[in-house]
């Protein structure tokens, strides 16, 4: 009797096994793409930016006295038109269609986002925010980035002996630096910089210093353009690394001194190695990888951390955009800033990730499992 | 007939590892007799340690049961959960590592003393405390209740671990490699004190090495299980196992290790594995775990079933064995490499 | 000096060691003196914190920064040339290691750098000691990783996590002889590994010193090794070389009571029962050891004469030393239990 009913049985379940079968391939194969390192850092990263754009959009909209009602309300007691009309004009600068269901509105919005369409400059009429944004961050870009890799390179050339000779007086003086140097704020020591240098000894001009290059400039490949331009990001290049410098000198050092112990540096010793290649790629190399870590994911703190240096300065970067923003109420640009600032601080740790590997052989093969 | 105090059946035990299921245990049964000298030997990652744990309810078995006098202790509540806790204990292998540093040795041993309320009143601590080092032989008692940790060297260490392990008047203690980081010439020591516990307190003692002559030592009297990538392949009373090994593992692995005696060890007869990989846990071959690496492979047999630990069909000992063709009672025919 | 035989390939010659540490002087070698011959594996063994693996750091002149040699030499001999180790400048220092004299730590888990490959390391090596012709070094490698059972091709283009403990110990073996050292030093060549890795181990290290021809110092707690792979055992105790002799000589007619606790310390697989017995007491503190003959407080032989006066290391039987006032005792107490 089993035997009767069990061809029969199996017959019936047919389609649905070969349905579920489908499915559980399906589910296999999207498994096996998710567990690919590069497409799951990849697919975080994306879901943090995209968590950060929709909450915007709520904090912007949704929430009692937002900006759009502050906004509506200002125009109205400045300008005296009608109600509708300002909200119109404020809508139209938020990207705000208002006859949508909040629904619509929020996939209106994100799909503007997609197209990099941030809306208008609130204060700035006619000016796209992405526009400022392109305008002022290439400035930034290049002065914080050229503040990380100098800190960078001398951090760890100064780290390494602070390991090799512990204790001694040269660590001793180094270490006091590093400490003052992360401890101090860069925006105490751009303050300091100009009041005691620039105001009290007068080594340099501050005012002749303001914006990104002297006035009458034009900007390309001329000596003239370049050197104006490194002139006015000098300073604040230099807190930059001044402030930077100090937390990699003791990384460097503890890294260092980590490495140092490593059996493979003994016996790297005892091969007869020249001492340049046991302190170049057997402790240099090793020590500097967790680092390569640490620099890639500075990136965008640094960036969010220049702004009062750049208004400090008066250096027309990103930073300095959004203090203005902040201060003539613009929501709109300050929303593309944070945005933007948001999103350099998941790639950069997206790009840590990504690169780790390159530099690791250990993490490139966990990496591809 | 000998009385089981501790009985594994069907235990598997299985860890995850990120994605992957790792079978750290597989289908492990044997029991513990009561006051038997029982010896767990393996190499790394063979499952012994966990089988340890296993056994002092360190752990769940993912499936299969532990009985502990008769009882399974997966039904214990309450108040029969902590006697059972009490009554088996384990003892780690690295001392540093298991006592806390900021301890004295009278407090590590009084505060178990006072939390299960063994004792009654501080004098009472105080002569329990005495009487358990005077136990561990860390004589005169004085020179050692106040010291801390890092005074005590090595064996000491040990002892004091073996001492506080000995609070909760367990009837069952289970040592696991309790004795590979001391040195050479107190390990033995240490050992015979452990030994002498079983007539001085009624504990059966489960000794958990890697170390095939110390396990002899041991369990002369006694029995030793052999364990292999999460399976017990041979158990046996010692003296058969050392004179006369039936699993191929048990054979090759007697035959490797070197003795302290320059002529013997320079005649003995190695024999070679087919292969020197060791499989991954979670890449086990089908069949017998062994059969890649073992010199009697018999292909068609081994690499299909799944050895069952059984007496061979000739067999006049006792030992039990997993391996296909002594089941079926061939004779091993060593291959040619 | 000229007095070396031409057979010595190494002489320590009364060599005593300090390491200088906040609680005092650490006397870690008292007085050491041994010859190395061509072609023999002479195995120290002793009891962690003997002082073991310091007379072997000592060596190749890689003590730790603390330590300070307060007496003694190191004379290599090499193409009937007597150099002394420890007046080596620091360039003949960077040449005489590895390339004379090569130690293999303990821990091979470690020993590589592991942002490099095997080959690059293996040419780091040989370019250090002026090999230039890439193909040459490769050619040479190969046939050593060949030599210690490895698949070559496959193992010298890998990273080092890519291979076992096993397989990595095997490595630093091949790289240890890559440049055809006339010493080579193993620290515990096989602790730490599985039984048939290190059975591995052993035959692989027997088949390399038979086709390479060089000396070994192996320094270990295990005695089964030292029985199987030495020609000499020398026994340290304290920073003391206590006894020194044949394998034979060692295992079966020691005369130091101190060799004997240790050999009748150590379980056996034979078929009989083991009677043994551990050596009472513990290692003494080297900082402030005990005076006299240092083993004295742990020794059942031990005389007035113990406490007071140090033995020296004298021969006992043809090659045979041994430091101890009580030989003959130790050799009469054995017969009787026999």
Same mark, same amino acid.
């Given at each position: 009797m089993l035997n009767d009913q069990q061809p029969l049985a199996t017959n019936r379940q047919l389609p649905a096994t070969n349905m579920s079968l489908m499915a559980a391939q399906l589910y296999d194969s999207l498994l096996k793409i998710y567990r690919n390192y590069t497409v799951r850092v990849f697919l975080q990263a994306i879901i943090t930016i995209w968590a950060v754009m929709t909450l915007t959009f709520v904090l912007v909209r949704l929430m009692p006295g937002n900006p759009v009602d502050v906004l509506v309300e200002q125009i109205l007691t400045n300008e005296g038109i009608s109600y509708q009309e300002a909200y119109e004009r404020v809508a139209a600068s938020f990207n705000i269609d208002s006859d949508a269901t909040p629904l619509d509105q929020y996939f209106q919005w994100l799909g503007d986002l997609l197209r990099l369409d941030l809306g208008i400059s609130i204060t700035s009429p006619g000016t796209k925010v992405i526009d400022e944004i392109a305008r002022f961050l290439p400035w930034t870009v290049f002065a914080v980035g050229s503040g990380l890799l100098i800190s960078f390179v001398l951090g760890i050339f100064a780290g390494m002996p602070m390991a090799y000779y512990r204790g001694s007086k040269l660590d001793h003086i180094l270490s006091f630096f590093s400490s003052f140097s992360t401890g101090v704020p860069n925006y105490i020591w751009g303050l300091l910089i100009i009041i005691v240098p620039g105001i009290a000894w007068r080594w340099f001009d501050i005012g002749a210093?303001? &914006?990104?290059?002297?006035? &009458?400039l034009t900007p390309g490949l001329n000596a003239e353009f370049i050197l104006s331009a490194l002139e006015h990001a000098a300073l604040p290049v230099f807190t930059y690394v001044i402030a930077i410098l100090g937390t990699w000198m003791l990384s460097m050092k503890s890294s260092t001194t980590g490495v140092l112990n490593e059996d493979y540096v003994n016996v790297a010793e005892a091969r007869g190695l020249k001492e340049r290649t046991v302190i170049s790629s057997y402790v240099g190399r090793n020590a500097a990888l967790p680092l390569f870590t640490q620099l890639t994911i500075s990136i965008g703190f640094v960036l969010s951390s220049g702004v009062v240096v750049e208004e400090i300065f008066v250096y027309w970067g990103i930073g300095h955009h959004l203090f203005q923003s902040i201060t003539v109420r613009d929501y709109t640009s300050l929303q593309g800033v944070v945005l933007l600032l948001t999103a350099a601080i998941v790639f950069s740790n997206l790009f840590a990730d990504l690169t780790y590997g390159l530099l690791d052989p250990r993490v490139r093969v966990s990496g591809e499992k | 007939m000998p009385e089981p105090i501790i009985e594994l059946q069907g235990v598997y035990r299985d860890f995850k590892k990120g994605r992957e299921v790792v079978p750290?245990?597989?289908d492990i049964n044997f029991a513990i007799n009561k006051l038997e000298f029982l010896c767990l030997v393996g190499e790394s990652g063979c499952g012994k340690t966990t089988t340890g744990k296993i056994i002092c309810g360190l752990l769940p078995p993912s499936s299969g049961t532990i009985h502990f006098e008769g009882q399974d202790i997966a039904t214990l509540r309450g108040a029969e959960k902590r006697r059972h806790r009490r009554n088996v204990q384990i003892i780690h292998q690295d001392p540093y590592a298991s006592l806390n540093p900021t301890q004295t040795v009278s407090e590590m041993l009084g505060y178990p003393l006072l939390a299960h309320r063994l004792v009654n009143g501080r004098r009472g601590t105080d002569s329990r405390v005495k009487e358990l080092l005077d136990l561990v032989d860390l004589t005169p008692v004085e020179d050692f209740i106040d010291k801390y940790p890092h005074q005590l060297s090595g064996g000491q260490r040990q002892r004091v671990s073996i001492a506080r392990a000995l609070t909760t008047e367990p009837s069952v203690i289970v040592a696991d490699e309790s004795v590979s980081m001391v040195d050479v010439s107190i390990r033995i020591g240490l050992l015979q004190m452990m030994m002498d516990l079983r007539d001085r307190l009624n504990v059966t003692i489960v000794f958990i090495t890697h170390d095939l002559a110390l396990a002899k030592y041991f369990a002369w009297d006694g029995r030793i299980g052999v364990m292999y990538l999460g399976r017990l392949v041979e158990i046996g009373a010692t003296q058969q196992i050392i004179a006369a090994p039936q699993h191929p593992y048990t054979k090759v692995l007697l035959s490797a290790i070197p003795e302290p005696d320059p002529q013997k060890t320079r005649s003995k007869q190695h024999i070679q594995l087919r292969s020197e990989d060791i499989p991954r846990l979670t890449e086990l071959p089908p069949g017998c775990s062994f059969h890649p690496r073992c010199p009697w492979y018999v292909p068609g047999a081994c690499d299909v079933a799944v050895p069952q630990l059984a007496q061979p069909a000739q067999s006049l000992v006792d030992t039990k064995v997993a391996c296909v063709p002594l089941e079926r009672g061939d004779k091993l025919v060593l291959h040619d490499s | 000096m000229s007095d070396l035989s031409p057979e010595t390939v190494l002489r320590v010659d009364d060599l005593s060691i300090v390491y200088r540490t906040d609680r005092g002087d650490v006397r870690a070698t008292n007085n050491v003196s041994f010859d190395l011959k061509r072609g023999e594996a002479m195995a120290l063994i002793g009891e962690s914190g003997s002082g073991k693996t310091t007379i072997s750091l000592a060596l190749i002149r890689k003590l730790p920064k603390n330590a300070v040699v307060t007496n003694g030499h190191i004379l290599y001999q090499h193409k009937n040339k007597v150099q002394d180790v420890l007046g080596l400048s620091r360039r003949q220092l960077r040449g005489f290691r590895w390339n004379d004299c090569a130690m293999v730590f303990q821990g091979a888990q470690n020993a590589f750098n592991p942002v490099l490959k095997i080959r690059k390391q293996f040419e780091d090596t040989a370019r250090a000691h002026g090999w230039t012709d890439k193909d040459a070094i490769r050619k040479r490698a190969l046939s050593l990783l060949e030599l210690v059972r490895l698949d070559p091709e496959r193992v010298y283009e890998s990273f080092p996590h890519e291979l076992s403990g096993g397989m990595k110990q095997r490595t630093l073996l091949a790289l240890g002889v890559l440049l055809n050292p006339q010493v080579v030093i193993l620290d515990e060549p096989t602790t730490a590994l599985d039984i048939l890795t290190q059975r591995a181990i052993i035959d692989v290290l027997n088949d390399m010193q038979r086709q390479l021809l060089f000396s070994i110092i192996f320094i270990s707690h295990d005695l089964s090794l030292a029985a199987e792979m030495a020609d000499t055992v020398a026994t340290v105790y304290a920073g003391e070389i206590v006894e020194i002799g044949g394998v034979d000589d060692i295992f079966y007619r020691s005369l130091h009571p101190y060799t004997y606790g240790l050999l009748t310390s150590v379980p056996t697989l034979d078929h009989a029962q083991d009677v043994l017995q551990s050596i009472p007491g513990s290692p003494p503190n080297l900082i402030a050891p005990p005076s006299g003959c240092k083993f004295h407080p742990r020794c059942s032989f031990a005389s007035d004469q113990c406490q007071v006066e140090g033995p020296l290391l004298e021969l006992g039987r043809e090659t045979h030393l041994a430091a101890c006032w009580h030989k003959d005792r130790l050799l009469a107490s054995r017969k009787e239990v026999v």
């Open positions: 210093l303001r &914006g990104t290059y002297d006035a &009458g | 750290v245990l597989q | -």
